[in-house]
């Protein structure tokens, strides 16, 4: 009989530090069993139990010997029992427990509720924590998902929803693929637990995933609805964001936020499956009227300088002597950059509300290789100019031209072309921040940041000395000039071609980096007005090179017929 017991009781030693188990062991040795043995049994195992407290069980339920991932990562499938210790020791981590505690403890249970043994469907609430599972039939028409704190239910609209998901038939789940939601939140006190510099809405996360498969990149988007109980501040704004593992940040990548002031609820609209949340960000944004109003100027200003750019090319075809002239040459490629940014830029807005994902794909593409080449003969222009007033002398360069047209061209098509290679989902619909409204860009925000505002950073900065060194040269040439010449006049010719110098060195699109705070509005109309109307801007100084050259031809003319006489 003596052997019998521990085996019934081995069972239970799991749960037990080994001091505990140990003990028990040991009373059992030393009892003689022989007499009152149903009686002793009964003793000893109501003793034992007396050890355990429901927080002991809770960590041991997802811990061998105090690591969480040691019991949680099993194979065989997972009793509702065994997921709701794993819950509750999750919410005391999110309690108690540091960032990488928190995110060991997340990740395990979420892989815990996959391997949760279902039917059809079960909710499983512990605390703050709120699960609904759903395994498929063998046709998924796609699932919409109600919520509140306290329960979570497929199909049936909830009296207090919280949260509703909209689940799209892409998913493709099956009956071996269960679908988990998982929503929860953490303490009041601990309203920086994950470490953001932003504030997450409710500290509420919703969680998403779908057993056995990885879910991104979706053309039918997952709708996420969540209800605000409280009012947002005036000078915020929320934003729809997912946890980032990888970073442990938040990242609002393949996202886009539905909301408009005054707005009750808040619609994510995202391209893949993890945790997502609400984040309360400043909300340096303009006003609805001055949206309209800037929309308006960039759309005639872009549509002028596209007009100009056509023009200023075919008088560039026409006039020979424009054509041999080396400046010239490098004025009309930043025109024909230019030009192609307008060009796909213009009708984008209409393509992202199309439904035709590959020509939102080339829209994007040629946008950012458009946009890159503006950028790259902008520092071409910059380089042009060194060579004129810094280097001066021994300046030919054997094929020049041909080099130049290398780097404009070429260096934005490796980019492009790198990108592309990488993932070609890093081109798609992407939010505008400043409404509701989408475009075909850069999905990526990293991708956006490195290849577009980064590059932008290292032209402006090399084209602004430039331009420093421009505005010290004609100093120096007021200077020195002859007394009783017409200052005024000069002055004035001095003003339009260092005007004509910041256009074709792009120095006003680095009004970019002081769009902040009490001067984002001021900015952005000088940002709209100038930079859309670059285009136009270089037909002008087109017009004014030709009008100097036929001046010029004049001059010469009438002084060797007055030599001739």
Same mark, same amino acid.
């Given at each position: 009989m ?19 188990? #140990?003990a ?7 009892? =003689? ?14 003793? +034992?139990?007396?050890?355990v ?5 809770s960590?041991?339920?997802?811990s ?8 949680? !990562?099993?194979? #065989? !499938? @997972? ?6 210790c794993?819950m509750?020791?999750t ?7 540091? %960032? ?18 279902v039917?059809?469907?079960m909710q ?6 709120v699960?609904?599972? &759903?395994?498929?039939?063998?046709t ?21 929803s ?29 309203k ?5 510099? &932003?504030?997450v809405?409710?500290q ?7 057993? =056995?498969?990885? @879910? ?13 109980t ?6 915020q ?20 936020? &539905?909301?408009?002031?005054g ?9 893949? +499956? ?7 960000i ?11 109003i %800037?929309?308006?100027i960039?759309v005639?200003?872009?549509?002028i ?5 056509? @023009? ?5 075809i026409a006039?020979?002597? %424009? ?6 040459k490098?004025?009309? !490629? ?10 796909h830029?213009l009708?984008?807005q ?10 939102c794909l ?13 950028? #790259?003969w902008?520092?071409?222009? $910059?380089?042009?100019?060194y060579?004129?007033l ?30 592309? *290679? ?16 989408? *475009?075909?860009? *850069?999905?990526?925000y &990293?991708?956006?940041i ?5 590059l ?7 084209n602004?000395?430039?331009? $420093?060194?421009t505005v010290?040269?004609? +100093? ?14 000069k ?5 339009c ?8 060195l $792009? *120095? ?15 900015v ?7 930079n ?5 801007f ?10 100097k ?17």
């Amino acid at each position: 009989m003596f052997h019998q017991l521990p085996l019934q009781l081995f069972k239970f030693s799991s749960f037990f530090p080994p001091a505990v188990t #140990s003990a028990v062991f040991s009373v059992l040795r030393r009892t =003689d069993f022989r007499s009152n043995m149903q009686r002793k049994k009964s003793w000893l195992f109501w003793w +034992l139990m007396s050890f355990v407290s429901y927080d002991m069980l809770s960590q041991n339920c997802v811990s061998g010997q105090g690591s969480c991932e040691t019991k949680c !990562n099993i194979t #065989s !499938n @997972i009793g509702r029992t065994h997921t709701e210790c794993c819950m509750n020791y999750t919410d005391n981590v999110l309690r108690n427990g540091n %960032l990488a505690d928190t995110m060991t403890a997340i990740r395990t249970l979420e892989s815990v509720l996959e391997r949760t043994e279902v039917k059809v469907t079960m909710q499983v609430c512990v605390k703050t924590f709120v699960a609904l599972l &759903h395994r498929p039939n063998d046709t998924f028409g796609g699932l919409r998902i109600y919520a509140d704190d306290t329960q979570a239910t497929p199909d049936v609209p909830l009296l207090n929803s919280k949260v509703s998901v909209q689940l799209p038939r892409e998913l493709g789940a099956g009956p071996n693929n269960k679908i988990v939601f998982c929503m929860f939140k953490w303490p009041g006190t601990k309203k920086r637990v994950f470490e953001s510099q &932003h504030e997450v809405y409710d500290q509420t996360l919703v969680g998403l995933s779908v057993q =056995d498969k990885k @879910i991104s990149g979706l053309q039918e988007r997952i709708n996420i609805t969540m209800e605000f109980t409280k009012d947002i501040n005036e000078t915020q704004k929320p934003s729809c964001h997912f946890f980032d593992y990888s970073t442990c940040n938040f990242s609002e990548d393949g996202c886009l936020t &539905h909301w408009t002031r005054g707005q009750t609820n808040i619609t994510c609209s995202c391209n893949h +499956l993890t945790y997502f949340g609400i984040l309360i960000i400043p909300d340096h944004s303009i006003t609805k009227k001055d949206q309209e109003i %800037l929309t308006h100027i960039t759309v005639i200003g872009c549509s002028i300088s596209l007009f100009g750019s056509v @023009i200023a090319i075919l008088l560039f075809i026409a006039n020979r002597k %424009l054509r041999q002239d080396v400046s010239m040459k490098v004025h009309i !490629n930043l025109v024909i950059a230019l030009m192609l940014l307008n060009l796909h830029f213009l009708p984008n807005q209409a393509v992202a509300a199309g439904s035709s994902s590959g020509l939102c794909l080339y829209m994007a593409l040629l946008l950012h290789y458009s946009l890159l080449a503006t950028f #790259s003969w902008m520092a071409l222009e $910059g380089f042009h100019l060194y060579l004129l007033l810094v280097k001066v002398f021994n300046i030919y360069v054997k094929k020049y031209l041909l080099k130049l047209s290398m780097v404009g061209w070429g260096f934005p098509a490796v980019i492009v072309s790198v990108v592309v *290679i990488i993932d070609r989902k890093f081109y798609g619909q992407v939010a505008l921040e400043t409404s509701n409204s989408t *475009i075909c860009y *850069i999905t990526n925000y &990293h991708v956006k940041i490195s290849t577009t505002v980064g590059l932008f950073s290292l032209v402006f900065l090399f084209n602004v000395i430039m331009f $420093g060194v421009t505005v010290r040269r004609v +100093l120096i040439l007021h200077h020195t000039r002859e007394f009783g010449q017409n200052n005024l006049e000069k002055a004035k010719k001095d003003i339009c071609s260092l005007a004509g110098v910041m256009t074709l060195l $792009g *120095i006003t699109w680095g009004l970019l980096f002081f769009s902040f705070g009490l001067l984002t509005t001021p900015v952005l109309y000088l940002f709209c007005i100038l930079n859309s109307l670059q285009g136009f801007f270089i037909f002008l100084w087109f017009v004014m090179s030709l009008r100097k050259a036929k001046t010029s031809a004049t001059k010469m003319s009438s002084e060797t017929r007055s030599t001739n006489s």
